[in-house]
Nanobody, 123 residues
Framework: QVQLVESGGTLVQAGGSLRLSCAASGRTISTYAMGWFRQAPGKEREFVAAISWSGGTTYYEDSVKGRFTISRVNAKNTVYLQMNSLKPEDTAIYYC????????????????WGQGTQVTVSS
């Protein structure tokens, strides 16, 4: 069993930056595909970014391409989401996800989910 704990969410002004962290415990995630999803109030949960176990493959949702970067440090059992040029529409709860199978972009591709961290972008 893997436990995922997100941190780094806060209130930030539009145009600002944040880095979210996801610390895993219970077992190593070095062979896991990892990712981030988000859910805004009144909206469906949506894919944000994913990274393969080696970091060699990454996927991004179109609206965050060029602004967000997903990365990982397997030695620290940690995944990051660097978010730049934040917009009010990025406001959401951000969830860290992981799975021992291959990388995907759908919620059902990921077995393990964190509790989420709130990101609020003010205009």
């Amino acid at each position: 069993q893997v436990q995922l704990v997100e941190s780094g969410g806060t209130l930030v002004q539009a145009g600002g930056s944040l880095r979210l962290s996801c610390a895993a415990s219970g077992r190593t995630i070095s062979t896991y595909a990892m990712g981030w999803f988000r859910q805004a109030p009144g909206k469906e949960r949506e894919f944000v970014a994913a990274i393969s176990w080696s970091g060699g493959t990454t996927y991004y949702e179109d609206s965050v391409k060029g602004r967000f970067t997903i990365s990982r440090v397997n030695a620290k059992n940690t995944v990051y989401l660097q978010m730049n040029s934040l917009k009010p529409e990025d406001t959401a709860i951000y969830y860290c996800v992981g799975d021992p199978r291959s990388i995907g972009t759908k919620a059902y591709d990921f077995m393990f989910w964190g509790q989420g961290t709130q990101v609020t972008v003010s205009s």
